[in-house]
């Protein structure tokens, strides 16, 4: 018996890395006020015709391209013509497009770094390399391949051999903020864009921005395509709809709870859901100030508790709220919540953890070691789960 190959299911496009689905943009809306020192953006993605499907908590990889600004002084710096030709893995191809797509060039190459110090004996190099990784880091936040290239402003390598010294161009990663049932067809994200505006030290009067969020922030409008594939993230899933839960987001750390939160909005379980967000001023930078305000009214959120940071002489973060809260929050983990952690895994994260070791401590029956303990019994349990970076 043969078997007619049209009447076979049609198999999902496995699109990856290698092989991005080119979503268009729907909108691409600037979320912060003109005033705030903060700058975020919601984008729309259509991924209707992509087989694309996404949970909750999800995150998206965008392929960034580079700044034509950047690229083309690093050619101009290299003193030869944009069309010249270079050979990599991918083939021939010009030498503006593979550092427009091939390559990073928006921060410090380590590889580069090392070759400046150990082959060009350049003691500025020398001396970051023999430094503390704080002092290393320091120096590098905003710099990027043309500063490294100035270190030696007599040395012109040829591209092969600046290329031979970089690192391929990166995806960046994203949580996705909305719900599939609810945002029908497309995918939201919501990025802060990174910006270093020049400064004396710097000595060329450059603004730097990050690869993709600059991209994403002034690049990219409505109608044009980006580069996406999926990243699940089985880690950080929602609960059966009957159990409450905890959601600590300050920043853009509020994206996967606001896909939480639509989600439970077209449920009909008694789970609780609680939000503590943070942003330094309440009219300038609360995200989805509106939508999360009405789901609040609406009952969908329960509870809202927000930290402005700089509207008092102290500031005040999203750890000095659950301090305020403690009780509530123990009751709600004491009777099978799952707490969420979304955002900075340097000081927010950290931040948060103590304040959990000290509301368990107060008014649990624990001292700091079995606190500490339970801790990683909930996150065991599954009812602790962090998303942080």
């Not at 290329?163 to 945002?183: G, K, M």
């Not at 008092?312 to 123990?330: C, F, T």
């Amino acid at each position: 018996m043969t078997t007619d190959r049209t009447d076979r299911p049609a198999k999902k496009p496995r699109w990856s890395r290698r092989n991005p689905f080119s979503a268009k943009v729907v909108a691409n809306n600037l979320l912060t006020s003109p005033e705030s020192d903060k700058e975020v953006r919601h984008l729309v993605l259509d991924i209707g015709e992509s087989g694309l499907e996404y949970l909750p908590g999800d995150a998206v990889s965008v392929l960034p391209s580079n700044d034509p600004d950047l690229v083309a002084a690093i050619i101009a710096r290299l003193g030869v013509p944009g069309e010249t030709e270079i050979t990599d893995r991918k083939g021939v191809q010009s030498l503006t497009n593979a550092l427009t797509h091939g390559f990073e060039i928006t921060s410090v190459s380590q590889y580069l770094l090392n070759h400046l110090a150990t082959t060009l004996d350049n003691a500025v190099a020398a001396d970051l390399l023999a430094a503390d990784r704080a002092e290393l880091d320091t120096w590098s936040r905003g710099r990027d391949v043309l500063d490294l290239l100035n270190l030696e402003p007599d040395w012109s390598p040829t591209p092969e051999a600046l290329l031979a010294e970089l690192r391929p161009l990166a995806a960046r990663t994203y949580s996705i903020s909305s719900a599939p049932h609810v945002h029908t067809d497309t995918l939201h994200l919501t990025p802060a864009t990174v910006r270093h505006r020049a400064t004396d030290a710097w000595g060329d009067g450059r603004d730097r921005g990050g690869a993709a969020s600059a991209y994403l922030a002034d690049r990219v409008q409505p109608g044009d395509l980006v580069g996406i594939y999926l990243t699940p993230n089985k880690s950080f899933r929602l609960p059966e709809p009957d159990t409450d839960i905890i959601m600590i987001g300050p920043g853009t750390g509020i994206a996967p709870f606001r896909g939480f939160l639509h989600h439970r909005s077209t449920e009909s379980g008694s789970g609780r859901n609680w939000l503590f967000h943070g942003a330094r001023h309440r009219d300038h930078d609360f995200l989805y100030r509106e939508e999360i305000s009405a789901m609040h009214t609406e009952g969908v959120l329960d509870r809202l508790d927000v930290a402005f940071s700089r509207e008092q002489e102290e500031k005040v973060y999203v750890q000095h709220l659950m301090d305020g809260h403690g009780a509530d929050i123990y009751h709600w983990l004491r009777d099978g919540a799952v707490l969420y952690v979304c955002g900075d895994a340097d000081e927010m994260a950290r931040s948060v953890d103590e304040a959990l070791v000290a509301i368990l401590t107060e008014h649990g029956p624990h001292d700091e070691v079995s606190a500490r303990a339970r801790i990683a019994e909930l996150r065991a349990e599954g009812r602790y789960l962090r998303d942080v970076y």
